[in-house]
């Protein structure tokens, strides 16, 4: 391998190395701290399912300490997932809380049999006013070769809470 070829191969696994670890990543902003708070599912509003996974009718979220992480109460997921990008084990399932152009998005990894995986990802986008939030769910599965699937039965959701007015 001549010299040029090494540094073109070290160059290209630093660039893997730093996509790699900025995937892993959380960025804290104002659209994450923002969702704090108890919302509502307002069931006259959404679109999509997803086959077997039912709506949340309360979902409450709230940061906590440092290093800051998310407690999330929900019927589906109840815990507390770290903002460092690093993964938790919660309720049966690897939990990973990363940003999506700033906004919160989970990444809930659950074993299937066989090698299989089922993989939720959700992002959480509240409106202009920071009243309403909407939840984008999308569900895929992960094939024992490491590659995705689809599920067939509906793998896209998207569900509409209200904020609830803080108990004082």
């Known amino acids: ?9 070290v160059s290209t696994m630093a ?4 996509v790699i ?12 701290t923002a969702l704090s708070g108890e919302w509502k599912r307002d069931p006259s509003r959404g679109t999509g399912t997803i086959c077997g996974v039912r709506e949340d009718d309360v979902v409450a979220f709230d940061i906590l300490g440092r290093p800051p992480s998310m407690a999330i109460r929900a019927s589906r997921i109840s815990g507390s997932v770290p903002l460092d990008g690093s993964s938790v084990s919660v309720f049966g399932q690897t939990v990973v809380a990363t940003t999506d152009a700033g906004w919160l998005k989970l990444t809930m990894t659950r074993p299937r049999n066989s090698g299989f995986a089922n993989v939720m990802q959700e992002v959480y986008i509240l409106n202009r006013d920071r009243n309403e939030m909407t939840l984008w769910r999308t569900l ?15 793998n896209r959701a998207a569900v509409v809470y209200v904020r609830q007015p803080s108990a004082k």
């Open 1 to 9: 391998m001549s010299l040029l070829q090494s540094v073109a191969l």
């Open 21 to 32: 670890v900025s995937a892993q990543t959380f960025t804290m902003s104002e659209k994450v």
């Open 140 to 154: 895929n599965t992960l094939l024992p070769d490491g590659s995705s699937g689809k599920i067939d039965c509906g």
């Open 15 to 18: 660039v893997l190395a730093s």
